[in-house]
Structure formats: C-alpha cells, structure tokens
C-alpha cells in the first residue's frame, strides 16, 4: 500500500495552490527587491525565456517552449549579496546587478517536472538537492476568454501556469496518510539513523558576519544556522525561513553584530531600538553612510522588466508588510528541538507546525546533538519503497 502510495501523480499535491510569482534572469536586484515585497511572497521563481529562432527551431522538435524557471530569488539571497564589503559601500551600484549574479553555481535546485510525475519521483530529485519543483498546472491555450480573466493576478509562460511543490509540501503530504507507512512512523529518529551531525555552528558572540557563507549555505539548503555558547548549548538559531521575512537593512546587522545580537534583531516583532541606534553608530564607525541612509529610508524603485518574455511580475500593488516593515507571519529565531528518542511522527509534526526546515537534536543537558531535515525524513519514507521492491526483485533474478 506504501509503495502505491508513493507512486501517486505530483499533481495531486498541487490542487489548490497558487501559481507562483516569477522574475526574469536579467532583472536587476532592485527589481526583484520590489517584487518581494509588494508579493508577499518568501521567494520567487527567476526564469530564462529563450525567444531566438534558432532556439526556437530546437525547441519546437523537442516539444520545448523555451522557457525555463533556472531558479529562485529570496530576501535572503538579496541580504546576503548587500552583506559583501563592496556592496556596503556602494549599494547603489548594488542593486542594479542582474539576479542571475546571485543565484547559486553548479547543480540547480530548481528542476521542473511533469504534473504525471510520481511521488516517488519528486522525492528521489529532493533528496539528489532538489528544493523547488516547477509543475505546470493551468493552461490558458485550452480556456475561454472569460477563464483567461478570471486570474489576472497570476503569471504564466506561454499559456502555461506554474506552481511550486517543496520538501515541506511533500512532508505535509505524507503526514496526512501517516497510517499507511505504519509502523515506521513511531521508531525514533535516532534508531532511524537521520539525525545530521554535519551541522553548522556559531558562537553567540562570534561576529556574524564571519558566519555570512554559512548563512548562506543554509539558505540554498533550506536549514539554519545554530548559535551556541561556549559549551556548546544551542541558544538559538539564523535561519533562512526567519531572515525571509526580514527587509534589506539586516545587510548593516549581519555587518555590524554579534551573533547573538543578530537574533535579537531578527526576532518577531522587529528590532530593538537599542539595536538599531547601536548599528548605526558602527556604520558610521566603518564610514557606510549609505547603509545607515538605508535603514532610515524605505527603499523604492519602479519595477520594470527590461525582458521581452511573458515571465514578468503583475503590477499589484499591495503588501503584506506590517507597520514595522516585515511580514506579520515571521516566525520567532527561537530553535525548535526534539531528542534522539523522539519518534518520526512527532518530529514531524513539530517541523510543520512552526514552519520550521529543520528540527535541532539535543541530549538531556541541552547540548547540541545535531539536526533533523525534511530531506532526512523523505529519506525514511523512501527507504520503505526500497524495501517493498527488493524482494520482487530478488524473486525476478531467481526465475
């Protein structure tokens, strides 16, 4: 019944989701900068629409439209990439680099994948690194005018509509049919063998901008980053899903605090004023006026695509901020922890009701043990297929 289970079409975990929000390559930072905010949107998709005619010419032989979602932009990468030195100085110059500059080299986490792909299939891309899937899941070509206009806030390549399907999706999916992998559900992380202690670490008074590359690591891998004391004690955690909701000024935090500030600055609710008037003071110190103008000032521009393709953004002009400039949403930089007897289930559980990609592991003195992912868990619920499978296979090579 699990295998049956997995080998299930990913178009039945897209009913009802939104089409996503997307961007061309050759927008600048300060294009998909607005368009974070006025979405609402963690992240959106960053596509390359290839309209020559020879690509073209290919493209019809391969059943290809030419365009294709190469990735995914979110604050994070945008507050990392003004975090840089030079950036801090001159961060109008910043903001006019193209977003294909700040997306992630070698293999992509992104990939695109057919609504009568299995689950099964999904998974096996996710646990190769796969974040995002790109499913197809409107198409205008075969609609009336009056259901064309029926979703004009939505974007779509060439009469196709996309949608994201992500670890947590897929996570959230499995919980719901949990009686069908039973037992397994009930075994401990720890006897299951997923616990990652390959985990990435900072000291609570460690500058935090000696910890920029491990923030954003964990940005592309959808983890966090543990803040500890001396005795290695988790005190907290930077994660990518809390600095998603944040603004671009936490570039002059990330420059100017300690770690253990940066959480403080980062939490739910907005930074303390203490906070705010101690960064400025340091900006000042390192001569980065213009950072300092960019924490008084709410930054704007006019976000219009230079692209010929039809991926460009709507023009809505809404937002989803609060008053203080983040997202009234944003989960707290509180960790979330488990121990190595907690059961799968549980874990699980805990993951999806704080929003959380990953779930810390400590011992009975709080220290840090390791981590639990979504990746690790899909690896659990792909194992029972192997398992299922094995013995038809051994019967097949005894015949």
């Not at 899941?137 to 009336?144: G, K, P």
């Not at 460690?206 to 592309?220: E, F, H, Q, V, Y």
């Not at 960064?279 to 010929?308: C, P």
């Given at each position: ?25 050759n927008a600048t ?157 009930t075994f401990s ?72 500030d940066l959480m ?136």
């Open positions: 019944m699990a295998v049956r289970f997995l080998n299930r079409d990913v178009s039945d975990l897209c009913l009802g989701k939104p089409a996503l929000r997307s961007i061309p390559e930072v300060a294009e998909a900068l607005m368009l974070l905010k006025r979405s609402g949107e963690t992240h959106v998709s960053v596509w390359n629409c290839d309209h020559s005619s020879s690509f073209l010419e290919k493209a019809k032989a391969d059943d290809d439209d030419g365009c294709h979602c190469v990735g995914k932009i979110s604050m994070v990468d945008v507050i990392c990439f003004l975090s840089k030195q030079e950036n801090l100085i001159d961060s109008s110059k910043a903001f006019e680099v193209p977003i294909s500059k700040l997306l992630p080299k070698g293999d992509s986490i992104v990939r695109h994948l057919d609504p009568n792909s299995s689950l099964l299939e999904a998974i096996d891309y996710m646990i190769e690194g796969t974040q995002n899937a790109v499913i197809p899941i409107y198409n205008y070509a075969s609609t009336d005018s009056r259901k064309k206009s029926s979703s004009p806030r939505s974007t779509h390549h060439n009469g196709v509509e996309y949608c994201w399907l992500t670890q947590e999706d897929v996570a959230r999916f499995l919980l719901n049919s949990i009686g069908v992998f039973s037992p397994m559900p992380i720890e006897s299951l063998n997923i616990i990652d202690h390959n985990i990435m670490t900072v000291g609570y008074h460690d500058p935090a901008i000696s910890a920029l590359d491990s923030i954003k690591l964990a940005n592309i891998e959808q983890t966090a980053l543990a803040v500890v004391d001396n005795d290695n004690k988790l005190i907290g955690e930077i994660s990518a899903s809390t600095l998603a909701y944040c603004d671009e000024d936490v570039a002059a935090a990330i420059t100017t605090l300690s770690a253990g403080a600055y980062i939490d739910y609710g907005g930074p303390p004023e203490d906070l705010v008037g101690l960064v400025k003071m340091r900006l000042q110190e390192k001569k980065l006026g213009v950072m300092t103008k960019l924490m008084e000032e709410e930054f704007s521009v006019s976000s219009s695509s230079s692209s010929a393709c039809s991926c460009s953004s709507d023009d809505e002009s809404g937002s989803s901020r609060n008053g203080s400039g983040r997202y009234s949403s944003s989960r707290r930089s509180e960790a979330i922890t488990c121990y190595p007897g907690s059961s799968l289930a549980a874990v699980l559980i805990q993951a999806l009701a704080h929003r959380a990609s990953s779930v810390w592991v400590i011992d009975e003195d709080h220290n840090l043990v390791g981590a639990v992912s979504f990746k690790g868990i899909l690896k659990v619920f792909r194992s029972i297929a192997n398992a299922r499978l094995k013995p038809e296979t051994e019967n097949l090579s005894t015949q």
